[in-house]
């Protein structure tokens, strides 16, 4: 109870309940929705350069993808010792994360476009991917993916 304008004011105990569930829980992200251990994965690592958009300089560091042939990928993309990218597909979900920036996003259903490094897998698998999305293997063996409409760009190759 608190003194309010004159009188005793006693808030609802609901209200305060629930004041004390929202101040009182902390915020946690998944990130990890699978383990990728066990039988079934197939780890790849290699080397990327990611031009996040059109006009900014390309970032070069490590990726390594995790695939399961039921569609499950983990994929992260690393300047040592940083994680600079995390990026996690199901059949129905996705999540990425930015690392550096405290940036997270994640829903169901095919994922956004924007973010080219939730079709690196698709592309590699050599599925059908979203029109403005460009996908070529190089001769060296490696691979670019592109979008058409933002200028971001991923390059690189993997180890088999």
């Not at 499950?72 to 996690?88: D, G, M, N, S, Y």
Request: proline letters at 9%; a positive charge.
């Amino acid at each position: 109870m608190r003194w309010f304008e004159g009188r005793w004011f006693c808030p609802p105990l609901g209200l305060v309940s629930l004041a004390i569930l929202l101040l009182g829980s902390g915020c946690q992200t998944a990130t990890e929705p699978f383990t990728t251990s066990g039988p079934g994965w197939r780890v790849q690592e290699g080397q990327a350069l990611w031009r996040a958009r059109g006009r900014l300089p390309e970032l070069g560091g490590e990726v390594v993808m995790a695939s399961h042939a039921d569609g499950r990928c983990v994929i992260q993309f690393a300047k040592t010792p940083l994680p600079l990218v995390l990026a996690q597909t199901t059949r129905t979900n996705w999540l990425i994360q930015f690392p550096p920036r405290r940036m997270s996003f994640a829903g169901r259903g095919a994922p956004p476009t924007r973010f080219a490094w939730l079709y690196l897998y698709a592309a590699l698998a050599g599925e059908r991917l979203p029109a403005h999305l460009r996908f070529q293997r190089t001769p060296a063996g490696g691979w670019r993916l592109e979008n058409t409409r933002s200028g971001e760009t991923l390059a690189g190759f993997l180890a088999p």
